[in-house]
């Protein structure tokens, strides 16, 4: 086509362009929704991987932290015996 457009060649050999470029457009367009549906489909499972580690991991921490007063207390119930 860009040949044709320059004026490098004769409009004629356009008359092939259809036949020869749809399989190859077709397939272009394929592709890239394969793509799409694995980078987008990749990229919600990471963001559902991440929130469920956030969540474990907030949950975890507060059931595992102990409230300096709480350790204050139990140092010196130790320290006394």
Do not use: C, W
């Amino acid at each position: 086509m860009a040949l044709v457009l320059n004026q490098l060649s004769d409009a004629s050999i356009l008359s092939t362009y259809e036949t020869e470029r749809a399989p190859v457009a077709k397939n272009v367009i394929q592709m890239s929704a394969a793509m799409f549906a694995t980078g987008f489909s990749h990229q919600l499972s990471r963001r559902i991987a991440r929130k469920i580690i956030t969540s474990f991991v907030s949950v975890l921490v507060n059931y595992i932290t102990v409230p300096s007063s709480r350790v204050a207390m139990v140092r010196r119930k130790f320290e006394r015996d």
